[in-house]
């Protein structure tokens, strides 16, 4: 059987890997393109995640995408609006008929003498092996392991008699109506789900080991809907696309430079919406704003279930879990039916692939990203890494858009090969987001690329700076290095 090749292969049908595939379509229309998909269905992540109230953790007029524009006044988008919005996008563009699904990679290798790729793949649903091979090798997997979530070791957890659910895995016939529920976690996960439970259920506790930044915006864009009367859709789109750009960034930079100003200005508005009722330490974290995400709920949901009583908030430690609940290192108990551990993602890079060059292993936490989105010392290879202080997508489309100039001025000058080269001993010994104290980032310091001392080997989650650095910059700067195609009579 004919191995199927193509000139670009982008593996993962999320949110990256559709908008990458539109932009190389729509850009290169000759180039061969196919898409690996490792579930039954696109959508990534926002397939996978089917919990109660599931939603994006940033606004979607800066979530989606720069070349089609969200089209709701919804400002955090609920998962199923989300997974079909890609969904559409696929089809627009014609990227619906070019994914492959049900294969999980195992492996790619690139041949220095074939200037290719050749990449193993499982067909989870038979065991069948397949191969595929391609000039250029795009990973837009995400960072998280999908099979499994991230679970700490609760002691006692075995004789607990309710039901403990991660939201990873989140039972569809899951029935909490009338039942005690506590959710661990003070994340972005947690706060989306108490409220969204608290609808149905007896009662929710959210249980935290330490408080988390959390603050509420506008559900609905009521500035895009009175625009709307007056001018053109993608002119409102656009103005409130880069009018949320503009306040995320200065509100991180903002947290940045002035911490303890940005952690009262925050805490002054979680005050004003909890009432006087709620403990306010409960919202009072211990490390200054934007050293880990900030989590974002519209209206004020969170804080209208605690203030109603619906839910509650506890800081503690657990002790161990009981028969009925568990038991906190205070001596306070919370009796449960149901435990829900939103603890958080296990970090996996490359979805796990194993990848060579001719042959020999490399380690992704062993190399430095180039610009971002390739990898040193790997041929045709990028890497979609979105922002982790900023929506994901941002950085993703103009990833896209700074592959697709590649693609260009490779084809224009008889390129076949582009491989980064580290010509000045850039690499520093600390992870990409190393300065990010969230908990799956700690975890995953030894399985993170590595950061660079200088550009292009800085990460630097900053919109402004990469869409310099990826658009207007020039492509040849003498680090990134071009082979043309190897002659078929050539002798080695």
Not at 195 to 203: D, L, V
Not at 226 to 251: C, E, H, K, S, T
Request: charged share 20%.
């Amino acid at each position: 059987m004919t191995t199927p090749h193509f000139d670009v292969l982008i593996i993962g049908a999320g949110l990256s890997g559709i908008g990458t595939a539109c932009q190389v379509t729509h850009q290169h229309p000759g180039k061969s393109i196919a898409i690996l998909e490792r579930r039954e269905r696109l959508g990534g992540t926002w397939d996978l995640f089917r919990y109660p109230g599931i939603r994006s953790d940033a606004d979607m007029f800066s979530f989606g995408y720069e070349f089609r524009p969200w089209q709701d006044l919804q400002v955090l988008g609920d998962g199923a609006s989300i997974r079909q919005y890609i969904a559409d996008t696929a089809t627009e563009y014609g990227i619906d008929e070019k994914i492959h699904y049900g294969l999980q990679i195992v492996s790619a290798d690139w041949s220095s003498a074939d200037s290719r790729w050749t990449l193993t793949a499982l067909r989870e649903a038979t065991g069948e092996t397949v191969t595929y091979t391609c000039g250029f090798l795009i990973s837009c997997t995400g960072y998280y392991d999908y099979d499994a979530g991230y679970l700490p070791d609760f002691p006692g957890a075995e004789q607990f008699g309710g039901q403990i659910v991660h939201p990873q895995d989140w039972p569809e016939d899951l029935d909490y109506a009338g039942k005690k529920v506590v959710v661990i976690g003070s994340g972005a996960t947690a706060v989306t789900l108490i409220p969204s439970m608290a609808e149905e259920a007896g009662h929710v506790t959210m249980l935290q080991r330490s408080p988390s930044y959390v603050f509420s915006i506008p559900a609905r864009d009521d500035i895009s809907k009175v625009l709307r009367r007056v001018l053109p859709d993608r002119q409102v789109y656009a103005f409130a696309r880069w009018r949320n750009i503009a306040i995320q960034r200065g509100m991180y930079v903002a947290s940045r430079r002035f911490p303890r100003t940005m952690r009262s200005f925050l805490l002054g508005h979680v005050k004003r919406r909890v009432g006087p009722a709620v403990d306010m330490s409960h919202f009072t974290p211990t490390y200054m704003p934007w050293d880990e995400r900030l989590c974002a709920v519209p209206d004020a949901d969170l804080f209208k279930a605690l203030r109603s009583g619906a839910a509650s908030v506890v800081t503690d430690h657990i002790e161990t879990f009981t028969e009925t609940g568990i038991l906190l290192r205070s001596g306070q108990t919370l009796e449960a039916d149901i435990v829900v551990t939103a603890t958080g993602l296990q970090v996996q890079m490359l979805g796990g692939m194993q990848l060579s060059v001719d042959g020999m292993a490399h380690e992704l936490q062993q190399k430095m990203t180039y610009k971002g989105v390739l990898v040193e010392d790997i041929p045709n290879l990028a890497w979609i890494f979105g922002y982790t202080n900023a929506p994901w997508t941002l950085k993703s489309d103009i990833a896209g858009k700074y592959l697709c100039r590649l693609f260009q001025h490779m084809d224009d000058n008889g390129h076949q090969v582009a491989t980064p080269r580290d010509a000045d001993d850039s690499a520093l010994d600390m992870g990409m987001l190393d300065d990010l104290q969230s908990g799956y980032v700690q975890r995953a310091k030894d399985t993170l690329p590595r950061q660079g001392s200088r550009n292009p080997w800085k990460v630097l989650m900053n919109y402004k700076q990469d869409s310099r650095l990826l658009l207007e910059e020039p492509v040849v700067d003498g680090l990134l290095h071009f082979e043309a195609p190897v002659p078929s009579n050539a002798v080695a």
